[in-house]
């Protein structure tokens, strides 16, 4: 089983729809992220969170929210999605820098969701 | 804010041949990170430097790191097919969130 397990894999919506995207995972991480791929641009932060009761806007929180609802889960919410919110978006999580490996990334497979 | 630069973005080599992907960041970043996505896939940790002169390798990829410069280079040795894929590096400033690159699309052709 994967250690960072995110749900649905993919999602065809219609705009204004509400969507939340899941994410758990059983690497006993503090730390849990929500990023946004699209083609050309790279990854870019949505939000962020540094243990259940810390959250943190990133680049491009606009339009987006997050709930973390134990340390190993975060899910990500579009209260009204829009066309431009078509991406795949990646939960990954970390130990802190400190820590065993230094604050790298581990992702999840990602939500490739269409906002038609 | 981190900015994270990389250079090429796309890049097409001959198999065998050498090549180096540049990453430059615009503040100081306590560590810099280098991963690899193949189409439709995650992402894949390779390389985290810590440190100025930092220098791991993995095969035919080797990273390096020079905070001075603000520079991280990965650079690709005798290039094989199984090393197309996508390219990232990421930094970290203070211990904050990953900041990406746009990422380096590497094509090894026969």
């Known amino acids: 089983d994967a250690d960072v397990t995110q749900t649905p894999r993919n999602r065809i919506t219609k705009t204004g729809k509400r969507i939340m995207l899941e994410c758990s995972q059983t690497k006993g991480h503090d730390r849990m992220y929500w990023y946004r791929q699209d083609p050309g641009l790279g990854l870019r932060l949505i939000y962020y969170?540094?243990?259940?009761?810390?959250?943190n806007k990133g680049e491009i929180s606009d339009g987006y929210s997050v709930s973390r609802q134990a340390q190993a889960k975060f899910s990500l919410s579009l209260e009204s999605a829009i066309p431009n919110q078509t991406a795949l978006y990646f939960c990954?999580?970390?130990?802190?820098?400190?820590?065993?490996?230094?604050?790298?990334?581990?992702f999840g497979e990602g939500s490739r969701l269409t906002v038609l | 804010e981190l900015k994270v630069e990389q250079n090429p973005l796309f890049l097409s080599m001959q198999e065998g041949k050498n090549y180096t992907i540049y990453c430059n960041y615009s503040?100081?970043?306590?560590?810099l990170y280098w991963y690899r996505q193949d189409p439709g896939k995650s992402l894949e940790s390779l390389f985290v430097?810590?440190?100025?002169?930092a220098v791991k390798q993995e095969g035919r990829l080797m990273a390096s790191l020079d905070t001075k410069a603000r520079l991280s280079t990965l650079h690709i040795t005798a290039a094989v097919h199984d090393l197309s894929a996508t390219y990232f590096c990421a930094g970290s400033n203070s211990g904050y969130a990953l900041n990406f690159g746009k990422g380096t699309s590497l094509l090894v052709t026969p």
């Open positions: 990954a999580t970390s130990d802190f820098p400190g820590g065993r490996r230094a604050g790298e990334l581990f």
């Open positions: 430097l810590l440190s100025n002169g």
């Open positions: 503040t100081t970043s306590d560590r």
């Open positions: 969170s540094f243990d259940v009761k810390d959250i």
